[in-house]
T-cell receptor
């Protein structure tokens, strides 16, 4: 089945140790999004790629970076994780940005920072 | 700025109707969405409504939109235990594809 896959589902890292989260999609969608969802809070958009065009949200910390080497894959890099970065990270895709384009979400990666 | 607010918790008995409410502030939103999140899972789109509509029905789900008051509701008829989850209201910010989510309403369905 076409889907959005996130690996790993659970990631533990140490304070300050770089970590990379992975997202892949078989939907051939143009847009890929990364959201951060802290406990009992709303998902918050960090950035998105429209094809190869990277769009960063104004309040996304510089500590968060992203790469999209091809249509199928998108990575979230956290250069120096702090305790406040512990959260669920959700990847989503959509065919386009406008209109009634459904965003398809992956199951998320839960990041723990020790 | 943009803001979406929801009540945090709703408890109903199986077979009753559930109504989850949401208010938003961005009057330029073109689409408004309801997503469902089960424990340990990502978000699943339940339904959406175009801003020039005031009601949309999809099987057990009814969405009502009051654009003047910027109020959106989701009614689930004949609520089942499998409907227990967190429900997120979301608006698209100026029709850019950026979704602004509410903090989610936890629906608890008692047998």
């Amino acid at each position: 089945d076409a889907m959005v896959i996130q690996n790993p589902r659970y990631q533990v890292t140490q304070f300050g140790k770089p970590v990379t989260l992975s997202c892949s999609q078989t939907l051939n969608h143009n847009v890929m999004y990364w959201y951060q969802q802290k406990s009992s809070q709303a998902p918050k958009l960090l950035f998105h790629y429209y094809d190869k065009d990277f769009n960063n949200e104004a309040d996304t910390p510089d500590n968060f970076q992203s790469r999209r080497p091809n249509t199928s894959f998108c990575f979230l890099d956290i250069r120096s994780p702090g305790l406040g970065d512990a959260a669920m990270y959700l990847c989503a895709t959509s065919r386009d940005r406008l209109g009634d384009n459904e965003q398809f979400f992956g199951p998320g990666t839960r990041l723990t920072v020790l | 700025g943009e803001d979406v607010e929801q009540s945090l918790f709703l408890s109903v008995r199986e077979g009753d109707s559930s109504v989850i409410n949401c208010t938003y502030t961005d009057s330029s939103s073109t689409y408004l969405y309801w997503y469902k999140q089960e424990p340990g899972a990502g978000l699943q789109l339940l339904t959406y409504i175009f801003s020039n509509m005031d009601m949309k029905q999809d099987q057990r789900l009814t969405v009502l939109l009051n654009k003047k008051d910027k109020h959106l509701s989701l009614r689930i008829a004949d609520t089942q235990t499998g409907d227990s989850a967190i429900y997120f209201c979301a608006e698209d910010s100026g029709n850019t594809g950026k979704l602004i989510f509410g903090q989610g309403t936890t629906l608890q369905v008692k047998p």
